[in-house]
């Protein structure tokens, strides 16, 4: 998951330089020309990166089929060859394309990583092992953000090249990832072969579509909020690389702390309304992240990151409790579908917004504010606190 994590954070990470190195900028006047490329054009070409992951859906698919570990292996080694191929980009469209190609991949890891944490433990420690395997893929992320801030000579193509390193982590590691208990006992009991695109039962159809609409908002917030900070604190607040890698060093220690209260509070207070309040903080940091000053940046990104950690085990649990095994994988294929059709809206929409009135905290308000409302779906699901996953197997 830390490796996922390298490659699939590296485009975010190196927006700025990107931005830079394909665009033009100039410090003044409009904010394409402080950003390098206008809100539009940088929207729509992460817009259509996160698009690409609705591939993930029949990747993920193929877990219920032909395993958890042979597809998480399988598409994460995919997906970061692919990130250092990415360093050969010759305009930024390019640079869209090949990202565009191993999205699905890594989305499809991200998935099937957290069904296999997922299924591998109890009730007890299932929001522990979550926690886990969230910060593992925060380690990651931040570890491309740090590298490009502290040796900016690197530039995103030798970023994106040293997606090699964690490949053959991969490799190494991969041989102690084992099958998950859950999934093999199925696979005794079932009688016919699931088709890749994950068929889910009608019974549990209308709880996927809540998961899906409040996964659809989130990631309006966390896709502009995330994909947007580099090239708005350093292109046009103009944070050095070093401030930024301070930063991230600031919002990993504020990660760590929400995994732990997200962890205790998924345990303690529940799934539901610990994942309702953090929705609702998320877009409140989020706000105050693109509000107009250094500050408010460091701050909000800081607090964002930390209230993202917290929401990260209490959703992921819900979700992977109200499903049963043999279908538990395609369901995180349509959540994640679900979370790409959101980030692409909010993209598109965050850019266009803040091209339009030439602000970022307009678009912050506009985007992240009404997508908050989700929250409110929590009510429509049951509570799945304390209970074991053969418990909705029976269901």
């Known amino acids: 998951m830390a490796a996922a994590g390298f490659g699939q954070f590296g485009a975010t990470a190196a927006l700025g330089d990107v931005a830079n190195s394909f665009g033009e900028t100039r410090g003044d006047a409009t904010l394409a020309e402080q950003a390098g490329l206008s809100g539009t054009v940088l929207g729509v070409g992460l817009a259509v990166i996160r698009l690409a992951s609705l591939g993930a859906l029949p990747l993920a698919g193929m877990a219920d089929r032909v395993g958890r570990r042979a597809t998480l292996l399988c598409f994460c080694a995919v997906g970061l060859f692919l990130t250092a191929a990415a360093a050969l980009s010759p305009t930024y469209w390019w640079f869209v394309v090949a990202f565009a190609v191993g999205r699905p991949f890594f989305t499809a890891t991200d998935t099937i990583g957290e069904v296999t944490a ?89 709880r996927l579509a809540v998961l899906a609409m409040v996964g659809f908002a989130v990631s309006v917030i966390t896709g502009p909020a995330n994909s947007f900070l580099f090239v708005y604190a350093e292109n046009v607040l103009g944070l050095s690389g070093s401030a930024t890698a301070g ?104 850019g266009t917004v803040a091209d339009v009135g030439e602000r970022f905290s307009l678009a912050g308000v506009a985007v992240f504010g009404p997508a908050a409302l989700a929250s409110a779906l929590f009510a429509l699901l049951p509570e799945t606190a304390g209970r074991e996953l053969e418990e909705w197997d029976r269901r």
């Open 118 to 206: 997922a299924e591998q433990t109890a009730s007890v420690d299932r929001a522990k092992a979550l926690a886990l395997v969230a910060a593992s893929y925060g380690v990651g992320s931040g570890l491309v953000a740090i590298v490009l801030g502290a040796v900016p000579a690197l530039g995103f193509r030798g970023v994106f090249a040293l997606a090699l390193l964690p490949l053959v982590l991969v490799v190494v590691v991969g041989r102690r990832v084992p099958e998950t208990d859950r999934y093999r006992i199925t696979q005794t009991k079932r009688d016919k072969p699931l088709p890749v695109l994950g068929a889910v039962e009608q019974r549990f159809r209308a």
């Open 247 to 350: 930063m991230l060093v600031g919002a990993g220690a504020a990660g760590l702390l929400g995994l732990f209260a997200g962890r205790w509070a998924a345990d303690r207070l529940g799934r539901r309304p610990t994942a309702a309040f953090a929705l609702v903080a998320m877009a409140a940091a989020g706000m105050l992240t693109y509000s107009g000053s250094v500050p408010a940046v460091v701050v909000g990104y800081i607090v964002a990151v930390g209230i993202g950690s917290t929401f990260a085990p209490a959703f992921a649990s819900l979700h992977n409790e109200l499903f049963p095994t043999e279908v538990r994988a395609a369901a995180a294929g349509w959540m994640a579908a679900a979370g790409v059709l959101g980030a692409a809206v909010g993209l598109f929409a965050f």
